[in-house]
């Protein structure tokens, strides 16, 4: 390219992008990829740009020299000059040479750094080299861009493409191999300290050396993508992370974890996440550099800097540096990709990176956490980060069941508890199920612990305490025990409680909506034959339950059923199908009223409740059947509740809220929380329900009571359980033939099962289970952390194709979004057989681990493979999307 176009195409650039001052960036750009086939030669790249170093001079119309002594922000030991002793031409080659700086020197080495800034900017493109690299313990020789303007803040914001770096070339390993990697790598993310890096190395045989001859090294870049050859051979993919959307357009997750950009947003001026193409969708310049020791190459292979090497001088010697553009899209950089099978695959070439995954939506619901309270968490484990020990629960004389931790050397380590996906072992049998304490923020939500020490590190090692959410993510940093709201440094041989306000953790840079890991510990590397005990981890607040179940299907033992003065006793009686399990009061001659009550001189656990929390919506209801009408023809049947000890009470006919009861007959009654605190009652502290016919004229009853709550019924749907069949499917739900022409039906099974759904294949290829009517889905997302998809299935007929393979699928109503499994992959792992009835459990998490969108699901299957099913006779029961 010449220069006049080069200017241009900037001056262009900077007019475009003058004119989207103030517009803001997005952060909700989905990839699409062009789908490109890895067999198919790519003849569009145009070189747009050289150097081939013929000439007797470096050219000052392509290069900038940078002059400077700040070691590079690595504590590098070198001054770059623009001596030709640190960077010549000769025979057709650029020589960049590190040598010893004369005595008296700012650094004991001097080198060249060549930059193309404001000559030679690119967006997009092939960017190769073909060069000999320097060897020598200390040598770091390097290929890259940095961005031209910084658009969206300073290092690593605006992003930094590393095309090749080496380190100690040659250097013996401790196996006895020579160092022969290189390296490539992109920076971003947020500012430093908490940047990002990803990268993959490539590493060359044994009896091939980078130092030793000319190889080519280059990059693939274009919009969303980086790839990275040594040689022509591909062998690093790096990606824009795609999200994951959920059926309301709610970020839940990645399609695929890449590199993402933080900036602050023009015209709002706020920090924001994107996880688009930014930061590597702006102009970039080409820097060769060779640098002497500094914080990598110091500390691997041998250490330091090996004076001896550089003696004589290191040279890293370029043949030429090209740059082409891909003339099928320039704007793009698409369409010429030079690739092989695997170049996408996270199995072969394809990086995973360091973007921060989006949290869920939370859910609103305030709900405590007990991590270990003499038991782990069924999702959480005790975790030791780099010690190699593995902490183990013992008894301890004051706490009970207790995790005993220990560090064993000095090399570092950092102990706790966590739920992080990374950290759980292979075959842990909860999921990752990070924690969200944001409701709790309101509620004086707190993170508290005990622990005590039992053998102390070396004397005045500061205690840590440390919360993550998410790999990536901004952490609380290191906080001293002795900040806690105690106050109080470790005793060595005392429990001690330590507790930390949420708020302070989130002021910290905590994310509360996603803790994933906890850390108690002494401070890296001075922790040496520290053993310490913890219990009683609990992330918690002032939690109010909203819905309170006194008697469904059996008794709350804290609201026991009560018999005021009659001297009877109340009994569980079983009553028909639907409400199995009741509550039955008889009333003899002795007047008295009936119901549950909490109060301890009752027999009660004592457990008022709170329901200040539903009073706008929530209602006190229960279902009431009379088996045996009381012998005054004249009595009323009425329902009374009381606050607080008797400090208010408020007792209504039924009749108020519905018909007056029927013999025989199961009638529900409801009455609104609004209405009766409008009446004088105080609902802050409920501690007595009673049914009864009024006092004294209810001799001869029998009544039985089922469905006592109080709860809110507008918050029931979000968090309640679906149960697609059981005796019948719900209102707005069917039992499904996709394909084949058949209509499912309801048949009769054994005693255990009843009524089941039966389905039968014909030819016709199909698949079949259970349907929500248009417009109508579940949302299964409450679910995430503990829930499961479940059901009960015999196989009547078995397909008459002998391969025929069982499988799961369920959709949701986003396009073309599911998840399939074979029922083998069920929690259960059994196959399947004939005549049995069986059950398959497949965990939620795993679902949407696998893609499917569970905020609307619409469809669940259970079928034998397409086009294999021929014959099959089968039965499904207890299908339910609920919890485990």
């Known amino acids: 390219m010449n220069m006049t176009t080069i200017t241009l195409s900037r001056l262009f650039v900077a007019i475009s992008m003058a004119t989207l001052v103030g517009c803001g960036g997005g952060a909700e750009t989905e990839s699409n990829f062009t789908k490109v086939d890895p067999t198919e030669p790519v003849s569009d790249w145009q070189m747009v740009w050289s150097d081939e170093f013929d000439s007797s001079n470096i050219d000052a119309a392509k290069w900038n020299y940078e002059i400077n002594c700040a070691g590079g922000g690595n504590n590098e030991k070198q001054c770059y000059t623009d001596s030709s002793e640190n960077a010549f031409l000769s025979d057709g080659m650029l020589n960049i040479v590190a040598l010893p700086a004369e005595e008296g020197a700012d650094l004991p080495y001097t080198s060249a750094r060549l930059t193309t800034q404001y000559k030679a900017d690119f967006k997009y493109g092939r960017f190769e080299m073909r060069a000999k690299l320097p060897s020598g313990q200390g040598s770091w020789p390097a290929f890259w861009m940095m961005p031209t303007d910084s658009v969206y803040g300073e290092w690593p914001r605006s992003g930094e493409i590393d095309i090749l770096e080496a380190v100690n070339l040659k250097v013996a390993n401790e196996d006895g191999s020579l160092e022969s990697n290189v390296h490539g790598t992109l920076h971003y993310g947020r500012e430093w300290p908490n940047n990002a890096h990803t990268g993959k190395a490539f590493e060359f045989p044994q009896d091939m050396n980078p130092a030793d001859d000319f190889h080519t090294y280059a990059v693939e870049w274009q919009e969303g993508e980086i790839r990275w050859y040594v040689d022509n051979e591909l062998y690093a993919t790096q990606r824009q992370s795609e999200v994951r959307y959920n059926s309301k357009g709610e970020a839940v997750g990645l399609k695929h974890r890449g590199w993402f950009a933080e900036y602050y947003e023009q015209g709002s001026g706020e920090l924001v996440t994107h996880w688009d193409s930014a930061p590597f969708d702006q102009d970039f310049f080409i820097i060769l550099n060779l640098a002497v020791g500094g914080d990598w190459p110091e500390n691997v292979n041998n250490l330091g800097v090996d004076a001896g090497a550089f003696t004589e001088g290191q040279t890293y010697t370029i043949d030429y540096v090209r740059v082409y553009e891909c003339a099928s899209n320039p704007d793009t950089g698409k369409g010429c990709e030079t690739v092989r099978p695997g170049y996408d695959s996270l199995d072969d070439a394809l990086v995973e990176g360091a973007a921060p995954v989006p949290t869920p939506p939370s859910d609103g619901v305030a709900k405590n956490l007990d991590i270990f309270n003499g038991s782990l968490d069924a ?39 966590s739920t992080r996906g990374g950290h759980l072992p292979e075959g842990f049998s909860g999921t990752s199920s990070p924690f969200d304490a944001s409701p709790l923020l309101e509620l004086n939500g707190r993170l508290t612990f005990d622990m005590k020490v039992v053998t102390p590190p070396a004397a005045g090692t500061p205690w840590l305490f440390k919360a993550e959410a998410g790999d990536g993510n901004p952490s609380t940093g290191e906080i001293a025990l002795n900040e806690s709201m105690e106050g109080v440094d470790p005793v060595t041989g005392q429990w001690q409680t330590y507790t930390f306000p949420l708020s302070i ?22 922790g040496e034959g520290a053993e310490y005990l913890i219990t009683n981890v609990t992330i918690e607040g002032d939690v109010v339950s909203s819905e309170l179940t006194i008697f469904t299907d059996e008794q709350n033992l804290d609201w026991p059923m009560w018999d005021c003065c009659g001297g009877s006793t109340p009994v569980e009686a079983m009553d028909d199908e639907a409400h199995g399990l009741t509550a039955e009061f008889s009333i003899g001659a002795e007047p008295t009223v009936m119901g549950f009550n909490t109060r301890t001189s009752a ?16 209602v006190f209801s229960f279902d009431l059947k009379v088996i045996s009408s009381p012998s005054s023809p004249d009595a009323t049947w009425m329902m009374k509740i009381e606050s607080n000890d008797s400090d208010t009470a408020l007792e209504l006919p039924l009749t108020d809220v519905g018909d007056a009861p029927v013999l025989g007959e199961w009638q529900t009654y409801s009455y ?20 009864y016919p009024a006092w004294g004229t209810g001799e001869g009853a029998v009544y039985r009571v089922d469905n006592v709550k109080i709860y809110d019924p507008a918050a029931m749907p979000t968090g309640s359980d679906l149960v697609l069949f059981k005796d019948s499917t719900p209102e707005q739900w069917s039992i499904w033939d996709c394909c084949g022409g058949s209509k499912p039906t309801e048949e009769a099974d054994d005693s255990d099962h009843g009524t089941v759904a039966q389905f039968m294949i014909g030819s016709e290829p199909t698949v079949m289970g259970f349907l929500a009517d248009d417009e109508v889905s579940f949302d299964a ?26 499988l799961f699928k369920i959709e949701s109503t986003l396009d073309d979004n599911f998840a399939e499994f074979p029922l083998t992959a069920s929690n259960e792992g059994q196959d399947v057989l004939v005549g049995q009835w069986q059950t398959f459990t497949f965990n939620v998490q795993d679902l949407y681990d696998a893609g499917l969108d569970i905020s609307a699901i619409n469809v669940v299957m259970v079928f034998p493979a397409w086009g294999t099913g021929n014959g099959a006779v089968y039965r499904i029961d207890n299908a339910i999307i609920g919890q485990q």
């Open 781 to 806: 997302s409450h679910l995430l952390a503990d829930g499961v998809v479940k059901f009960d299935m015999k196989v009547v007929s078995a397909p008459s194709n002998p391969d025929s393979q069982w």
């Open 603 to 618: 027999g009660g656990g004592g457990k008022a409740f709170d329901a200040t929390s539903i009073l706008s919506s929530g």
């Open 379 to 417: 999702n959480w484990i005790a975790w030791d980060c780099c010690g190699g020990t593995t902490p183990e629960i013992i008894a301890d004389p004051d706490k009970g069941e207790v995790v005993k931790f220990n560090i064993n050397d000095n090399n570092g380590t950092v102990l706790g508890f």
């Open 505 to 526: 953790l989130q002021e910290k840079g905590l994310d509360l909506s996603a803790i994933d890991v906890l850390m108690m510990f002494p401070a890296w590397g001075a």
């Open 672 to 691: 609104s929380l609004t209405d009766l605190a409008g009446a004088g009652l105080d609902v802050s502290a409920i501690d007595v329900v009673m049914i």
